[in-house]
């Protein structure tokens, strides 16, 4: 009996050692269909959307070519010793080079930057493409291309690196890094955005925002905000109840009544403009600087008259234009 005890001890513990390393051992990809990767893929996607990150452009030299690249995937990983890391897709010129030369910059893009991380994402059509042609830059170390105006730039030597799935990841000591104060650029749910339009909006959805601080351009960028965020359908009831619900609870403070006519004249204009803008990556500081016009709040008296826009209609609903008709 002693015997059989120890041996259906010995077979129990056996298969427990089984069962525990297939529980615990590292999912083996091959086990996993095409679809359910696929999936994944998609909700991972889905959830990297609402991680606003950082826009930056790497480059690098041989002394003959130059080459620079858009990534938003990079952080800081050591401060001791200094070391930052970004990724990139492979395969690419621009890895093949930093395999060479295992030298790079990294620039930090600002906010009135998009048009340079547009430029950089294009796929480079031949060899000796300059990329670098008509983009204001100076020279740094080891002759690596520095772009003019950025928000902060790292230069970097290699430090290690390694694929993971179909990325390649570059460790960097840092060198040499100069910050500015220019805001910088971020990417989030497919758009650029700036770290101000963030404490902007928070401010103004909480009815924080200083009475001080509402004005004409706040209202604009509040506008422009949530049309490229939610588009023209979803965007225009958002824009309507917060400004009512700003100007309710801070009756007292401001003088200016709703008035719905004045909402969605420039709900159209600024619309129009953003459709103008259309395949263009934009921040609101660009936007606003393609469309000047937006920031006179006296752009709408070309279509009314101020007979028109103080009548009780106007405030409570939209009418039309009595000079001329919207674009």
Same mark, same amino acid.
């Given at each position: ?124 059509? +031949? ?46 000591? +840092? ?19 700036? +770290? ?10 909480? +009815? ?120």
């Amino acid at each position: 009996m002693k015997k059989l005890c120890s041996t259906m001890l010995l077979l129990r513990n056996s298969v427990l050692r089984v069962w525990r390393r297939e529980l615990y051992a590292p999912h083996r990809e091959a086990d996993v269909s095409n679809s359910e990767l696929g999936s994944r893929a998609e909700k991972l996607l889905a959830v990297m959307r609402h991680v606003p990150s950082a826009v930056v452009v790497v480059t690098t030299s041989d002394g003959v070519r130059n080459r620079g690249v858009t990534s938003s995937s990079f952080a800081s990983v050591s401060l001791t010793p200094p070391i930052v890391f970004f990724a990139i897709k492979m395969p690419s010129r621009m890895d093949n080079l930093l395999t060479v030369t295992r030298k790079f910059a990294i620039q930090v893009l600002a906010e009135t930057q998009s048009d340079i991380s547009k430029h950089f994402s294009l796929k480079v059509s +031949v060899e000796d493409q300059d990329q670098f042609a008509f983009i204001p830059h100076s020279v740094g170390l080891w002759g690596l291309p520095i772009i003019n105006g950025c928000a902060a730039t790292l230069q970097c030597e290699a430090d290690s690196e390694h694929c993971v799935g179909d990325h390649h990841v570059w460790y960097g000591k +840092v060198v040499d890094a100069i910050s500015t104060n220019k805001t910088p650029l971020l990417y989030y749910a497919r758009s650029y955005r700036t +770290v101000g339009d963030y404490a902007f909006m928070k401010a103004f959805e909480d +009815v924080t925002l200083a009475t001080e601080d509402w004005t004409h351009e706040a209202h604009i960028r509040m506008a422009w905000n949530y049309l490229v965020k939610h588009g023209k359908q979803e965007a225009v009831p958002l824009i309507k109840y917060g400004i009512q619900n700003y100007t309710e609870q801070n009756k007292g403070k401001i003088k200016n009544t709703y008035n719905d006519t004045i909402t969605v004249f420039f709900i159209h204009m600024i619309e129009w403009a953003i459709q103008q803008f259309k395949g263009r990556p934009h921040t609101f500081e660009e936007f606003l600087q393609a469309n000047p016009q937006l920031s006179e709040s006296k752009l709408i008296y070309q279509y009314y008259s101020p007979h028109a826009l103080g009548s009780d209609t106007a405030k409570k609903r939209w009418i039309q234009p009595d000079i001329q008709p919207l674009p």
